[in-house]
């Protein structure tokens, strides 16, 4: 095994990460900055 | 999805925003109906890769994270969490008010993967994702095989496997009970071949060399 791969949990800071937008475009957490955030993961399966 | 959606419109607030992060390693198509039912007016993106399961440990959906405005996670909710759940919705709501969300709950995954492995399944992931677009299914399946192979106790890929193999199970309604039998019969198989444990730990001379 080598090093474990490091997990952001509660009161870490969430690594900033962007992500293609459904719709077109990127969007960016670093964007959404100094807004609460509440992300929801899905699955359409 | 809809329920999500209302609750946007009654909440959406000049410093709240809700992100809704669909994990499918197929390609967003699969996601497009669902957003377009809900009438979603908030900013839906699309995880192919497995980026942000792979950043926040979790291992299965439906999940609701949330962030202040720091960048700091103050709540997590791994599997289960719902707009129907009074508990889920309450900590959001305290979350908007500026309150403390309250205590998250447990979230003690079976395993961490590796560095390595991490970024083996994502590449796996990815690397499925190219072949399936240009149709070739089965050397995409494969793919996906060999990084659930890596991260057994993962259902999130585990369960992308079955919508593009049984599509009929999930679209267009989610047949539990075969998901039930078929997760017991796959783990079975999985330990009878000393890929994992009976806890879905994956054993460790399957990490790549």
Redesign the interface.
Not at chain 2, 15 to 24: C, K, S
Not at chain 2, 43 to 47: A, I, K, T
Not at chain 2, 113 to 118: D, F, H, I, R, V
């Given at each position: 095994m080598t090093a474990t791969a490091p997990i952001a949990r509660v009161g870490d800071r969430l690594p900033d990460f962007a992500l293609p937008l459904l719709d077109g475009g990127t969007l960016a957490l670093d964007d959404r900055r100094g807004k609460r955030l509440l992300l929801f993961f899905w699955g359409s399966w | 999805?809809p329920g999500?959606q209302r609750f946007y419109a009654a909440h959406h607030a000049s410093?709240?925003?809700?992100?809704?992060?669909?994990?499918?390693h197929a390609g967003?198509e699969?996601?497009?109906?669902?957003?377009a039912r809900a009438g979603a007016t908030f900013?839906?993106?699309?995880?192919e890769h497995g980026?942000?399961?792979?950043?926040?440990?979790?291992k299965v959906?439906?999940?609701?994270?949330?962030?202040?405005?720091?960048?700091?996670?103050?709540?997590?909710k791994y599997g289960g969490?719902s707009i129907d759940r009074a508990e889920d919705v309450a900590a959001?709501e305290r979350?908007?008010r500026g309150d403390d969300p309250g205590p998250?709950p447990d979230h003690a995954?079976l395993y961490?993967?590796?560095?390595?492995?991490?970024e083996v399944v994502a590449t796996r992931l990815r690397l499925g994702r190219l072949l399936d677009a240009v149709g070739r299914r089965e050397e995409a399946l494969a793919e996906w095989q060999a990084a659930l192979r890596l991260d057994p106790g993962n259902l999130?890929i585990r369960?992308?496997i079955?919508?593009v193999r049984y599509p009929e199970r999930?679209y267009p309604a989610?047949n539990w009970t075969w998901q039930k039998e078929q997760l017991a019969c796959e783990r079975a198989a999985e330990v009878a071949a000393g890929i994992c444990d009976p806890d879905g730990c994956p054993l460790?001379h399957h990490?790549p060399r």
């Open positions: - | 999805m999500w410093d709240f925003e809700f992100v809704a992060v669909a994990l499918e967003a699969a996601a497009r109906p669902y957003a900013p839906v993106v699309v995880d980026l942000t399961s792979g950043l926040l440990g979790f959906v439906p999940n609701g994270v949330l962030v202040d405005q720091d960048g700091i996670i103050r709540y997590a969490f959001v979350f908007i998250s995954p961490a993967l590796g560095s390595l492995e991490q999130v369960k992308q079955w919508a999930f989610i460790p990490v």
